[in-house]
């Protein structure tokens, strides 16, 4: 699991069918403090966060198995 701060949406015109209705947010890594560290991830929310959340992003297989999203097409998820 990873460390993130959500800081921002992200908008797809078009999608897998199977994400439909499938909210995707922008995320930054911190370190445990809260500070920022180098990189973004587009993600799968499943947890309903918001911008300025702490959140905790798995990645591979994992998010694929998060909530809803066992046969999606899916690399990082909040969960």
Do not use: W
């Given at each position: 699991m990873i460390l993130a701060r959500v800081v921002g949406t992200v908008v797809a015109t078009r999608k897998d069918e199977r994400l439909l209705g499938s909210?995707?947010?922008l995320v930054r890594m911190i370190d445990p403090?809260?500070?920022d560290e180098a990189g973004y991830v587009v993600?799968?929310?499943t947890v309903d966060a918001g911008?300025?959340?702490r959140?905790?992003?798995v990645s591979g297989s994992s998010?694929?198995?998060a909530s809803g999203?066992?046969?999606c097409p899916?690399?990082?998820a909040i969960v």
């Open positions: 909210k995707f947010l403090r809260g500070k993600t799968v929310d911008l300025g959340d959140v905790l992003v998010a694929r198995m999203l066992k046969d899916v690399d990082a």
